[in-house]
């Protein structure tokens, strides 16, 4: 009975953890949409369009509350969308390596020993492709390992905008440490900066900690 407890007790710690992390993701991914919904706002101004047409809009009683409110939200909608589609490229490695199943899969296919040799009087493109097809079990982590790491660099520069490390820009920052003068780099934002991009990640890797520390437990208490 009292094991029951403390195991009843540590699953409510646990759910308690689990609802703190998915409060701090929401925050933090809000931190991390502003940049995208800002750069939306940004073009979506430079685009302009038809200025007769617009004010023809809210000179309509009705009509020009409906598309003051649209306008109002349309960029971070669309800021949120992009975001999704980011995000998710982000921590798609991190998925794919919670499947056992498919882990498993991969290892079992990259260890098989249908394999190409590579010859020294093979063709460069012949040799090419008996080097794609050797790795070719692997290519799926090491793509979406890649294209994370590219979609990273991307969240980078928009989120600098928002939360510049300097004055001047990305080029100003490239000569300040360049150059040494790291006292003219804005440590808040920098600061500010890390935790947006990374800390959804941090989170995701939390919870998927979590789930597997509830999995276990239930297993354990279950016999």
Known sequence: MEQSNKA???RTYIKLLYWAAVICGIWFAYLNIGPYAQAVKLLIAKSGGDNALIKLIYSIP????IAA????ALHWL???VIWIVVQTIEVFPIILKRDRAFIRTLISNAQSADKFQI???DDPALAALKRWYNHFPTLAMTSARNLSIGVYAIDFLFCSL???PCDGGFGQLMFIIMSG???RLDLANIAILIVTLFAVEAIVRFIFWLGQITYFMKAAHSR
Do not use: H, K
Not at 62 to 65: A, D, E, M, R, Y
């Open 119 to 121: 010859r020294e009087n």
């Open 8 to 10: 009843q007790g540590t």
């Open 62 to 65: 009705i009509i020009n509350g």
């Open 181 to 183: 003068q790291l006292g």
């Open 162 to 164: 928002v939360y510049p």
């Open 78 to 80: 669309v800021g949120l």
């Open 69 to 72: 409110t649209i306008g109002t």
